[in-house]
């Protein structure tokens, strides 16, 4: 017998992030979350995203033990922007249990159509810079800190309940080498000159405040066309400007300027923070603090997150660029293994670049998504 409960009190909401910590107790693989960036996501009155998106969450009991969660998400930016109206699912975690699946699934399903939606799609947050994306292939790899990790029954029990692919990302895992590619660093010394550019590294992390504005107003602009992305709004990008430049290692930021020293491109790579989170808990407090600022500053491994370049230089060998700057970064600071974020299955431009290294692609991940017209 399962019992579903409507998250609705801080009290619900703290019992619906603490729930996968249980569930994943075990794994090896599984990267535990900050629970404080899990609470101010899902809490109401601290997303900004709540100024465009409607969401409701549920937990399910069975045996009076939570057996489950899910998250009911409606970005109506997206739905305006991309034309379907989906709801989302996120938040996505259960037992190894086909009815408890079925059960947190048909209470966002329902939800959805009492709002006048023709379907949903998931996982996936309230923008593009939350997890989304249900691991696939990669079970026993080591996960990341800002990508979702699931056991194998899940997209098992998706195709079981009636869910197809709506598109897949893939993930790769590179060797840093000892010396850059000729090729490589021949492009990158021919395009700094022939446009003018010049690449800025950060001792500080203050010191890149002042384009951290710049930064997200190029995420916008260059990541418009990918999968449901719809732009941040001002608000989200104080959240997470407050949320992540404060502590980030200045190493492993890189922005290209041009001879107007307007922003032509940027890398963000972050340490790897698995380790840490994994003995922390995803607690900052009593030591938790300590463990992360270590990692930020002694590893051997790095999350390369996001690259963009500005649509007018895309094409013209930018990103070259950005490569030798990490690379240059990862040598200083004894960096040996690259862990690359998800990149859309048909951005073949991005997955290109990595023919240049040692390393293969090591995760793949999906969303799914159920038009209820078609059924």
Known sequence: MLKVVEVKTKRQLKKFIEFPYKLYANNPYWIPPLRIDEMN???????PAFSYCKARYWLVYKNNKIAGRIAGIINYRAIEKWGHK????????????????????????????????????????????????????????MGTFTTIYNYPYYPKYMEMIGYSKDVD??????????????????????VEKRNNLRTISFKKSKDILPYARAIFEMINEAYKDLYNVVPLSDEQVDFYVKQYFSIVNPDYI?????????????????????????RTKGKLFPLGF?????????????DLLLVAVRPDLQGK?????????????CWK?????????????NNLKVRSQWKHFTGQQNKKRRCYYKDFKAQ
């Open 290 to 302: 300590v463990r992360l600022l270590k990692a930020m500053k002694v590893n051997n491994s790095v």
């Open 41 to 47: 996501t899902l809490r109401w009155d601290k997303n």
């Open 169 to 190: 990302w893939f993930e790769y895992i590179l060797e840093v080498p000892d010396k850059l590619n000729d090729n490589i660093v021949k492009v990158a010394e021919m």
């Open 86 to 141: 989906y709801a989302r699912f996120g938040w996505f975690d259960f037992i190894d249990d086909i009815e408890v699946a079925k059960c947190l699934l048909k209470l966002v399903e329902d939800w959805a159509r009492e709002e006048g939606m023709s379907g949903i799609q998931g996982p996936m947050g309230f923008c593009d810079l939350d997890r989304e994306g249900m691991l696939v292939e990669g079970f026993d790899e």
């Open 254 to 278: 890189k922005i290209v300027l041009d001879k107007d020293d307007r922003l032509a491109a940027f890398g963000i790579g972050f340490p790897s923070l698995a380790e840490a989170l994994k």
């Open 317 to 329: 060998g930018v990103n070259a660029l950005l490569m030798k700057a990490m690379a240059e970064a």
């Open 333 to 345: 600071n004894g960096i040996k293994i690259a862990h690359c974020n998800p990149q859309l299955e």
